[in-house]
Nanobody, 125 residues
Framework: QVQLVESGGGLVQAGDSLRLSCAASGRIVSNYAMAWFRQAPGKEREFVAA????????KYKDSVKGRFTISRDNAKSTAYLQMSSLKPEDTAVYYC??????????????????WGQGTQVTVSS
C-alpha cells in the first residue's frame, strides 16, 4: 500500500504563486510516475503534470506549460507542484496520484491507482 498526503493549497490572487506538496509513504518503488490531477466544480478530473520518479522526466498539460513545474525529492519521498502566474481557471481541488505500472509516465486517470485526499486551490480575479 502507498499513502499520499497533499498539502499547500489555499486562496491566492491571480498572478500569485503556490507550491503543492505530496508526501508519499508505504511501499514506495522508485520507478513509478507521480502525477497531479485537478477537478473543478462541475467538471471531470483532469491531468495536470507528471514526473517519473527514477529520472525526473516530466509531462504537462498544455495550458500549464511554462507556469507549473513538477518535481520530486527522493530523500523526502515527496512530489511538488510549483504553480506560478495562477489564473482563476486554475481553481480546483488538486490531487496527487501514483501510477499503477512502472516506467511509463501516463496522463490517463485510469493509469493511476493510488490517490491523495486532495487540496483546494482557489484563485481570485
Amino acid at each position: 500500500q502507498v499513502q499520499l498526503v497533499e498539502s499547500g493549497g489555499g486562496l491566492v490572487q491571480a498572478g500569485d504563486s503556490l507550491r503543492l506538496s505530496c508526501a508519499a509513504s508505504g511501499r514506495i518503488v522508485s520507478n513509478y510516475a507521480m502525477a497531479w490531477f485537478r477537478q473543478a466544480p462541475g467538471k471531470e478530473r483532469e491531468f495536470v503534470a507528471a514526473v517519473r520518479w527514477s529520472d525526473g522526466f516530466t509531462k504537462y498539460k498544455d495550458s500549464v506549460k511554462g507556469r507549473f513545474t513538477i518535481s520530486r525529492d527522493n530523500a523526502k519521498s515527496t512530489a511538488y507542484l510549483q504553480m506560478s502566474s495562477l489564473k482563476p481557471e486554475d481553481t480546483a481541488v488538486y490531487y496527487c496520484a501514483r501510477a499503477k505500472n512502472p516506467w511509463g509516465i501516463p496522463s490517463r486517470i485510469d493509469s493511476y491507482n493510488y490517490w491523495g485526499q486532495g487540496t483546494q486551490v482557489t484563485v481570485s480575479s
